[in-house]
Nanobody, 124 residues
Framework: QVQLVESGGGLVQVGESLRLSCVTS???????????MGWYRQAPGAQRDLVAT???????NYADSVKGRFTISRDNAKNTVFLQMNSLKPEDTATYYC???????????????WGQGTQVTVSS
């Protein structure tokens, strides 16, 4: 069973920084391969939106609202993805979710796996 666990959320002031981490488990020896990983966020009453994604080759994509402030990175050997968030704003307040595209080795079967989320609150 592939699982994603996020950490690093918290309560910060405007302009401060946070670093989120998402660790994948259940892939070793099970024949799973992790492809693109990403971060999404969802504020209360709103839809879940893309924040940033990163491929295994390191190609990144960001939402316009976070460009220049957030940086996504990953450790392929550990199937871990990070989100460095700088210059945080109140509108960044949301639950942040990690998502991974998982391929079953030896097949074309793929599925998405989500983490349970970590809360980020930016106070003014």
């Amino acid at each position: 069973q592939v699982q994603l666990v996020e950490s690093g959320g918290g309560l910060v002031q405007v302009g401060e920084s946070l670093r989120l981490s998402c660790v994948t488990s259940g892939t070793s020896g099970r024949g799973f391969r992790i492809h693109t990983m990403g971060w999404y966020r969802q504020a209360p009453g709103a839809q879940r939106d893309l924040v940033a994604t990163i491929t295994t080759a390191g190609i990144t994509n960001y939402a316009d609202s976070v460009k220049g402030r957030f940086t996504i990175s990953r450790d392929n050997a550990k199937n871990t993805v990070f989100l460095q968030m700088n210059s945080l704003k109140p509108e960044d307040t949301a639950t942040y979710y990690c998502r991974a595209r998982v391929q079953i080795s030896g097949s074309y079967d793929e599925f998405f796996r989500w983490g349970q989320g970590t809360q980020v609150t930016v106070s003014s």
